[in-house]
Nanobody, 126 residues
Framework: QIRLVESGGGLVKTGDSLRLACAAS????????MAWFRQAPGKEREFVGA????????VYADSARGRFTITRDDAKDTLYLRMNNLRPEDTAVYFC???????????????????WGQGTQVTVSS
């Protein structure tokens, strides 16, 4: 069992940056695929990006590529999401997710992940 707790959300202005963190406990995350999703009001949960190992290249959604960066520190059991040049359309609750084993595809499927955090709100004002 892995418990995930997100932090770092808040209210920012267009063009600002934020770094979200997802702390894992209950088991180490080494060897697990970790991912970020987001959900805006009235919309389905949307894939942001995922990473298998600290040394592996992350996979990003088109909406995140070039502005967002995912990293992980397995020694600290923590996943990060650095978001630059934020836009109002990035407003959402951001969720961290983990799978029991490394994925080799379907990173964007919510059903591929076994554990979820409670989410952290990111609001970008225009």
């Amino acid at each position: 069992q892995i418990r995930l707790v997100e932090s770092g959300g808040g209210l920012v202005k267009t063009g600002d940056s934020l770094r979200l963190a997802c702390a894992a406990s209950g088991n180490t995350i080494g060897g697990n695929t970790m991912a970020w999703f987001r959900q805006a009001p009235g919309k389905e949960r949307e894939f942001v990006g995922a990473i298998n190992w600290a040394s592996s290249p992350p996979v990003y959604a088109d909406s995140a590529r070039g502005r967002f960066t995912i990293t992980r520190d397995d020694a600290k059991d923590t996943l990060y999401l650095r978001m630059n040049n934020l836009r109002p359309e990035d407003t959402a609750v951001y969720f961290c997710a983990a799978n029991r084993f490394p994925l080799d595809g379907n990173f964007d499927a919510t059903t591929a992940y076994d554990f979820w955090g409670q989410g952290t709100q990111v609001t970008v004002s225009s």
